[in-house]
């Protein structure tokens, strides 16, 4: 298989320089390799929320459902829990997933759920033209901040790992070859795996030539050691223009997950049988 095999008939209405093709053009070449490599395209889900990053499904032929705003991990661990063989990935706005849906990607981070998530992270609401996101910097000008916001933006590394991520990992829409590699390995680790992107929307948020300048790539960092992944999540000054951010592969470890109680022999189904076995004694 080809990337372009996955591609559709679906005329993109992205803005020409938008960030999402990266993300796009990296998937693509991903699945269609793990495809060739015995990991068949029907067995993946993609799940996408509302915003730009929502139209994602819509340029590839894969099976795919769209959730509501904040919703996608919901829908991504009803579908990891009925069938836990399927690769299941979810495309999601820092609006849809920082907002509206913290609450599920705290829960699925702890329970460690066997699904990927790919943030799409442009610092704004694009699709509704430009106002303050969860991510934004302070001081950030839009619609609903014309005066510029007073709030500090949540660090969606440092949430994840505190939370119990297992595979948390920064890329940037400028860089598709790290892409691609970030990608795949969160998607063939077993666990939670987050891989937040940089994505930059040129209409209301154009980070491109600040990003060109302040990026670079960790590297020979331990990544078993959580306090070691804090310390580099945690090195980007939201508030100073010229700190330097962070890309790569900051955390990965093998942990006990939420799916395999599921699936009749995880450590979570075990302890269940001993649970109802003390209870049968007692009845």
Not at 227 to 235: D, G, N, P, Q, T
């Amino acid at each position: 298989m080809k990337p372009q095999d996955l591609s559709t008939a679906a005329r993109n209405t992205w803005c020409p320089g938008c960030g999402n093709f990266s993300i796009l053009n990296a998937i693509k070449a991903v699945l269609a390799s793990m495809d060739e490599e015995g990991y068949p395209i029907e067995n993946t889900v993609l799940v996408s929320g509302i915003g730009c990053h929502g139209k994602i499904v819509d340029y590839l032929n894969v099976n795919s459902f769209y959730s509501i705003h904040g919703r996608t991990i919901p829908v991504a661990t009803g579908i990891k829990l009925a069938n836990p063989d399927l690769n299941v990935i979810c495309f999601s706005g820092d609006g849809d997933s920082l907002a509206e849906g913290i609450g599920h990607m705290i829960f699925a981070a702890k329970r460690n759920i066997d699904i990927t998530l790919i943030l799409h992270d442009n610092r704004v609401y694009g699709l509704t033209t430009g106002q303050y996101a969860p991510t934004s910097p302070p001081g950030f000008k839009g619609k609903s901040t014309p005066a510029g916001s007073i709030e500090q933006p949540v660090n969606p590394l440092d949430l994840m790992l505190s939370a119990g991520a297992t595979f948390v990992a920064r890329g940037y829409s400028h860089g598709i070859d790290q892409l691609q590699s970030l990608f795949k390995e969160a998607i063939m680790h077993k666990g939670f795996s987050l891989v937040d992107v940089l994505q930059v929307c040129v209409s209301y948020f154009n980070m491109y030539e600040s990003y060109n300048k302040r990026t670079y790539t960790v590297e020979g960092n331990d990544i078993t050691s959580l306090a070691e992944a804090k310390k580099i999540a945690r090195s980007w000054n939201y508030n100073d223009l010229n700190s330097p951010i962070p890309l790569g592969k900051f955390y990965q470890i093998d942990a006990p997950r939420f799916d395999q109680a599921f699936s009749g022999t995880g450590p979570l189904m075990a302890r269940e049988d001993k649970i109802s076995s003390k209870l049968e004694s007692f009845i």
